[in-house]
């Protein structure tokens, strides 16, 4: 069965440092998403990514972040000046529509800003 | 805005016990409901998804749920837990828009 992969499974940075996460979403899917869960809390939207443009965001989603398709597999989140509390699970999900598709979901990136 | 409420943090249930997790959404339509569980350091998996039609839906490892519109509840059960069931558990909303809601989740031990 196709799988949402995601890279590194942990980051470390240092507090200020830039981070980019990587995705490869499943490859027929054209809905890509990303999730963040801090330690011991729910899982919260981030933002929604269709068609090359954002077309949902969290409050979450302020300016420190941004999202990025740059070639047909890759789906990635970057923060461009982390953090302490940006030290999070960030879950990349993709479908195949909206909203009656269920998301599939890789394994997380572990960050950690020190 | 779509939400979710799962009301039990934490249940304990013997192994071969029968579940219920509680879930409870808030919408002015029908949503999409989705349970997803979650083990310790993985990602989420999908374990089954409401859209239309029969009210009862099977899911993957022997889960089901009940979609009632009146009680605006979508709550996930099993008849016989299993040792491996332990995780965490997270009802999801999705109200045709490209964002899922999630639950604050339900994390379920199992004791032998």
Known sequence: EP??????SHQVTQMGQ???LRCVPISNHLYFYWYRQILGQKVEFLVSFYNNEISEKSEIFDDQFSVERPDGSNFTLKIRSTKLEDSAMYFCASS?????QPQHFGDGTRLSIL | AQSVTQPDIHITVSEGASLELRCNYSYGATPYLFWYVQSPGQGLQLLLKYFSGDTLVQGI???EAEFKRSQSSFNLRKPSVHWSDAAEYFCAVAAGGNDMRFGAGTRLTVKP
Not at chain 1, 3 to 8: C, D, G, I, L
């Open chain 1, 18 to 20: 830039e981070v980019i």
């Open chain 2, 61 to 63: 490892k022997g889960f």
């Open chain 1, 96 to 100: 195949g529509a909206a909203g009656n």
């Open chain 1, 3 to 8: 799988e949402v992969t995601q890279t590194p």
